[in-house]
């Protein structure tokens, strides 16, 4: 396993090493082991979590205030541009974003801590997104920020405007957002 710091540290970029051939691929998609000791945290994953979403749906950029989940993200099927938010108001990097082309071609995951607001917006004609969470979900601390706040200045790869959810589109934007500390 590969493991590569993006430009906020915190969130990781990691590589599986795959095994492939004339007949395939295989790889082992997670190891808590393997996982802990390629990133130095340790981290106990409890629930995961499985969507499937067309082209031109953006899902985000959701975080939970109490309960605040880390994420462990992938896609099986189909191409995602994915973002992370700090939303952590003592860190260097707060309101900066990182961005990453996850596909089931490249296999890519990424790690997003807690204290992180998450999205990302479908690329292909459909996309199947795998993630595990290191806390469940609370309905009741579940937050949006705003996928277009013009400070966050995200460089969406938009054909069109995004299919959003209802949720989505009350997002917040950034100086409204309940935040971590």
Known sequence: MKVTPTAIPDVLIIEPKVFGDERGFFYESFNQKAFNEATGLDVNFVQDNHSRSAK???????????????????????????????????????????????????????????GFAHGFLVMSESAEFLYKTSDYWYPLYERCLLWSDPVLSIPWPLEQPPTLAVKDTAGLPLNELELFS
């Open 56 to 114: 031109g749906v953006l899902r985000g950029l959701h975080y939970q205030i109490q309960h605040p989940q880390g994420k462990l993200v992938r896609v099986v099927q189909g191409e995602v541009f994915d973002v992370a938010v700090d939303l952590r108001q003592t860190s260097e990097t707060f309101g900066h974003s990182v961005s990453e082309i996850l596909s089931a071609d490249n296999k890519k995951q990424l790690w997003v801590p807690p």
